[in-house]
T-cell receptor, first 112, second 115 residues
Framework: DQQVKQNSPSLSVQEGRISILNCDYT??????FLWYKKYPAEGPTFLIS?????DKNEDGRFTVFLNKSAKHLSLHIVPSQPGDSAVYFC???????????FGKGTRLSVIA | GAGVSQSPSNKVTEKGKDVELRCDPI?????LYWYRQSLGQGLEFLIY????????KSGLPSDRFSAERTGGSVSTLTIQRTQQEDSAVYLC?????????????FGDGTRLSIL
């Protein structure tokens, strides 16, 4: 039973446009959500996070939106750049420093 | 370097052999985690160390898997009598433990291939 789901295995976007990556979760106890970016042969790199008490967090070109009632979060990248091409993982946890629960990832390709 | 360091980066071994994977967390990080990523899958939690508390071993897939963390720093993940299904990338992460929301920072992983 997957508690964190990324239903789009891949996404292609033109350079300069907005990339929107989606994530759904089922566990209502999750209170901290993170997005990681992963290049081949490297470990995941932390991008941005959001606490359940917020509905939006922005860091430069990256914005994460949280809709608790829908148990849905999304990552917006604008403008998208070719260097953003990677696999993006959504992750969540329920409290403290407990282990993260990951989605299966979405492969983003930004086309020049 | 200042990041999480894992060794070896690649390991190829025969079925039935034991393997040891090493993780050096970021200095000062008291929480340490092991995950693995099988082909086409997300990251799967294995084991978690938090300060001096007993580790959370709930993610270990079988009793062939064990891990230690010595001196609150370096950790070793051991897989005994390896099987082909153990082939995966094993990732280590660490984080601060200050009661707030702190992201986990990952190493580049060990790619384990069982022949």
């Amino acid at each position: 039973d997957q508690q964190v789901k990324q239903n789009s295995p891949s996404l292609s976007v033109q350079e300069g446009r907005i990339s929107i990556l989606n994530c759904d979760y089922t566990n209502s106890m999750f209170d901290y959500f993170l997005w990681y970016k992963k290049y081949p042969a490297e470990g995941p790199t932390f991008l941005i996070s959001i606490s359940s008490i917020k509905d939006k967090n922005e860091d430069g070109r990256f914005t994460v939106f949280l809709n608790k009632s829908a148990k849905h979060l999304s990552l917006h990248i604008v403008p998208s750049q070719p260097g953003d091409s990677a696999v993006y993982f959504c992750a969540a946890r329920d409290s403290g420093n407990t282990p993260l629960v990951f989605g299966k990832g979405t492969r983003l390709s930004v086309i020049a | 370097g200042a990041g999480v360091s894992q060794s070896p980066s690649n390991k190829v071994t025969e079925k039935g052999k034991d393997v040891e994977l090493r993780c050096d967390p970021i200095s000062g990080h008291t929480a340490l985690y092991w995950y693995r990523q099988s082909l086409g899958q997300g990251l799967e939690f294995l084991i978690y160390f938090q300060g001096n508390s007993a580790p959370d071993k709930s993610g270990l897939p079988s009793d062939r898997f064990s891990a230690e963390r010595t001196g609150g720093s370096v950790s070793t993940l051991t897989i005994q009598r390896t099987q082909q299904e153990d082939s995966a990338v094993y990732l280590c992460a660490s984080s601060l433990q200050d009661g707030g929301n702190q992201p986990q920072h990952f190493g580049d992983g060990t790619r384990l291939s069982i022949l």
